[in-house]
Structures are given as C-alpha cells and as structure tokens.
Nanobody, 120 residues
C-alpha cells in the first residue's frame, strides 16, 4: 500500500510563507516514475489543482491563482515533494492534498491532506 503523508500546514498571517512536504513510501526508482501534484480544497468548494511537477522535476505547472507565489519541487532521493507557498492570502486557506500519478499507468494515490489557514 503506497502512502503519501503531508506535513507543514498550520496557521499563518497574510503575506506569510509555509512549506508543505509530502513524503511517500515509494522506492527511489519508482518515485521518479510518478508525476506529483498538489491540490487544495477550500471550505465549501471543490478540490482544485494547484501545482504539478514531472517525474524528473524538469516540468512544472501552476494554477493562475498561485503562479508567481508558489513553487513546487521534489527530491527524488528522499522520495518527497514540496510546495513552498509565499505571499499567502486568506483565499489560500484550505486542505492541501498530495497526489501521485504513475507514468503510463492508471495507478494513482492520494494523501490525507494538511490544513493551511491564512488569517490575521
């Protein structure tokens, strides 16, 4: 059973920063075959894609709402993906989920999420 464990959420003031981590139970070799994504779900809203990174880390994409403020990265040796969030705003509040999708396969996995609250 593949496990994804998010951490790093919490309460932060507007304009502040947080770095989320998602540690996986995948092997080093297998992890590099997975594209990784961060999603978020605000209260009363649908889950939305925030950021994506390819298996090799050379391709990244962001939603328009976070472009220029968030940075997704990965350390394949540590089998971990990160989301650095800067210039946080109240509308960034929500549960942030890590998602893994294996290349050329239907295999995918979700983490249980970590709560980010942006409030003064």
């Amino acid at each position: 059973q593949v496990q994804l464990v998010e951490s790093g959420g919490g309460l932060v003031q507007p304009g502040g920063s947080l770095r989320l981590s998602c540690a996986t139970s995948l092997s080093v070799f297998t992890f590099s075959n997975y594209a990784m994504k961060w999603y978020r779900q605000a209260p009363g809203k649908e889950r939305e894609l925030v950021a994506h990174i390819s298996g090799g880390g050379d391709i990244t994409n962001y939603s328009d709402s976070v472009k220029g403020r968030f940075t997704i990265s990965r350390d394949n040796a540590k089998r971990t993906v990160y989301l650095l969030m800067e210039s946080l705003r109240p509308d960034d509040t929500g549960v942030y989920y890590c998602y893994a999708k294996r290349r050329f396969s239907a295999a995918d996995h979700w983490g249980k999420g970590t709560l980010v609250t942006v409030s003064s």
